[in-house]
C-alpha cells in the first residue's frame, strides 16, 4: 500500500487534471497509472516529472523501444518492482519481443556481474579508455 | 590500483594466453584490456566470463550497439568507474553518436530518478501490468 | 514471511524483554515494531542496533524531524520497502507534513538523477570542492 | 577524465550561455562547475536538469539546507564522488556545521545498516505502517 | 507475478528439460525453483547461468556453505527479495545455523554502514591498502 | 581528498587518542588508518563505529576470515574503493590465499547477477523458501 493517497480524477484539482490529461493524449490510452496519481499529492512533481519523461522518452536520436528497453535495463538493476513492470509493459507495447527481452535481460545480468567484479578487483582504467569525444 | 596483478603476456600461462588470443580475434584487436588481465588470475572466472560476455554482447535480436548502451546504462546506473569507461568507448566504436549518448544519459536519469520515487512513495503494481506474456 | 521468527514478549529471553522495554519506554508507546523482533533472534545484533538508532535519532545538532527525513531519503534511495514504511511513519509523528514529503521526495529524485549523470559522464571534481573543511 | 568534453563559455553556444548565466545569477556566483559543463553536451539535458534542480532546492516547506542535507544523504548512499564533493561544500555554504555533518553521516550510516537488516530477514511491514497518510 | 510465464515440465522444450534434469541431479531434489522456469523462456540464458551457478558454488578453495553465505551477503546488500528467500534456504540446507545468520547479517549491515561513511567522508585509500598480492 | 580533516595523533582530543589506542592495541600494530581518522571528527560515530566493528569482526560461530570475505563481498557490489582496498588486505592478512579471493569473487559476480535477473523478471517466491527456521 503507497505511502500516500492515490488521487482519483474526481478528487483531482483542475491543475493535477490537466496532467493526467496530457498523459492520456500524448499516451493515447483513457488509463493514468498509479504512479502519477501518487505523485499527483505534490503538484509540483508531478508536472516536472510528466514533462520530463514525455521529453525523455519522445523518439529522437534514439526510438521509443530502446528508450523503454533502456528504462528497464536501469529498473530491473536498482530492483524497483514498480518500474520493472510498468517498464516491461511500456517496452512490450512499443514492439519488445519474448526473444528481445531474454537478450536485453541477458546484458543486464553480465553488466551487473562485471560491474561488480570491476569493482572487487579495482581495476585501473585502461590510457584509451580516458580520451573524451 | 588493482588489488590483483594484471597479468600480462609474458608471465600468462598457455590457458590464459588462449582466452587472451579469442579476446584478439573477436574484437579484431590487438588490445586486451586491464579487466580481462585482472581477472587471469583466477583462470576459471576468465574463462567463464568471457564466453558469457562474448555470447550476451554479439547480435541477436538486439543488435551490438543496442546491447552496449544497455551495458552502459547499467554501468552508470551501479556506478562503476571502469565499466562506464569502457563500455562508453565500447558504444561509440559501435556507433553511438553524441546525440545517442545525450539520449542515453537522458532515460537513464530519469529511470534513476522515478525509480527513487516509486520506491520512495511505495506505490502499488497497477493491475494491468501484472499480466505476464 | 521473514526468513527469522519474530519474537514476540512471551517467548523472548530476559536480555531481549529489557531491550523491548527500553524500545517501549524511549519511543513512550507499547508498541515494538517487526523489525527488533527480528533482530531479537540474534541478541548481541538487536542490542547494538538499538543502542546505535537510539543514539543517532536523538536530536542533538540536528533536530529528530530532520533526521528521520535523511533516513527516509536513504530508504527510498535503497528501495528498503520496510524502512520507507515505518520511517514515513516515524518523520510524519515528528511532524512532516505532506508538503514537506513531496519536497522531500523531489529532492530525493533529482539526487538520484543527478548521481546516475554525474557517474555516467565520468565528471571529474572541481578544484574547489576538493578542499577540506 | 570525463567522457564527454566539458564546454567552456567560449565555445558554448547562445543556448548554452544562456543557462550558464541563469546559474550564475540563481546562485550569486561567477562560477559553473564541471556538472553543467559535461551536462552541455546535450541541450536538453542541460536545461531540463538544471531547472529540475533550481525548482527543487529552492526553499519552500523544506529550507536549503535540509535539502542540501538530503541531496549529500542520497549522494553517500549511492556512492557518487562528484555529488558527494559538490553537495558537502554546498551545504557547508548553506550553514551546515562539522557537528551536523557528523549526525548527519551518523544516520546515513545506521540507515544504510538497518536497511540491509531489513532488507536481508524479509522483514514483514507491520500493519500500522501500511496506512496512508 | 513474474513478467514472463514460469516454464513447467510439460510444456519445457527437451534442451529446457535436459537443464531441469542436470538441476535435479546436481542439487539431488526433484524440485526445479521459480528462478530457472521464468530463465527457460530464453535457453542460452537458462544454460549458462545454471553453468556458471554450478560452476561457482561447488566447493573449491572454499567450501558450500561459506559460498551460499557470500551469496547471501550480496542479495540482502542488494535487497533482492528472491535472491535472500532461495539462498537463506541455500545456506541453511548446507548448515547455517542461526547464530552464524545472526554473525552473517551483523557483518552486512556494518558493512553497508561503513561503506556509506567510507564514500560519504571520501575518504582516501591509505598507501599500504593499495599494494597488489 | 577527504571531505573532512584526516585527525592525526597530535592534534587528536584525548578521548579520541583512546580510540585510536584500543584500535592499535586490538589489531596489534601501530596504524590507525585513514578511516577512522575521518571518522574521529565526530567522537560519538567513531566511538559507535568502532565498538561495533570490534564486535561484530570479532571471531564467534563465524571466523574472522570468513567475516572479512563477507565484508568484502559487500564492499565490491556497493563500490566502495576505500572498503574493498581495506578489506581485501585484512582478509588476506587473515589468511585469504589467491584461490579463495579468485572464488569469492566468482560467487560475487554471480550474485549480482541473477540478483538483477531475479529483479528484472520478477520471480515470486517459491512457496519452500518461505518457511522461517
Redesign the interface.
Known amino acids: 500500500?503507497?505511502?500516500?493517497?492515490?488521487i482519483g480524477d474526481g478528487e483531482a484539482t483542475a491543475e493535477v487534471r490537466a496532467v493526467y490529461e496530457d498523459i492520456r493524449a500524448t499516451r493515447k490510452t483513457d488509463?493514468v497509472?498509479?504512479?502519477w496519481r501518487?505523485?499527483a499529492?505534490?503538484l509540483?512533481?508531478l508536472r516536472?516529472?510528466w514533462?520530463?519523461?514525455k521529453?525523455?522518452?519522445a523518439p529522437?536520436?534514439?526510438d521509443a523501444l530502446?528508450?523503454e528497453?533502456?528504462?528497464?535495463?536501469?529498473?530491473?538493476?536498482?530492483?524497483?518492482?514498480?518500474?520493472?513492470?510498468?517498464h516491461?509493459?511500456a517496452a512490450?507495447k512499443a514492439g519488445m519481443?519474448?526473444?528481445?527481452?531474454?537478450?536485453?535481460?541477458?546484458?543486464?545480468?553480465?553488466?551487473?556481474?562485471?560491474?561488480?567484479?570491476?569493482?572487487?578487483?579495482?581495476?585501473?582504467?585502461?590510457e584509451?579508455?580516458?580520451?573524451?569525444?
Chains 1, 2, 3, 4, 5, 6 share one sequence.
Open positions: 500500500m503507497a505511502t500516500v493517497k492515490l488509463y497509472n498509479n504512479f501518487a505523485l499529492n505534490h509540483p512533481t516536472r516529472t514533462e520530463s519523461v521529453e525523455v522518452t529522437g536520436a534514439l530502446t528508450k528497453m533502456i528504462y528497464l535495463a536501469v529498473s530491473a538493476t536498482n530492483g524497483c518492482n514498480y518500474c520493472i513492470a510498468s516491461t509493459a512490450r519481443t519474448d526473444a528481445m527481452l531474454g537478450e536485453l535481460m541477458a546484458v543486464v545480468g553480465m553488466a551487473n556481474e562485471t560491474n561488480s567484479l570491476a569493482n572487487g578487483y579495482q581495476v585501473e582504467v585502461d584509451r579508455f580516458r580520451t573524451t569525444s
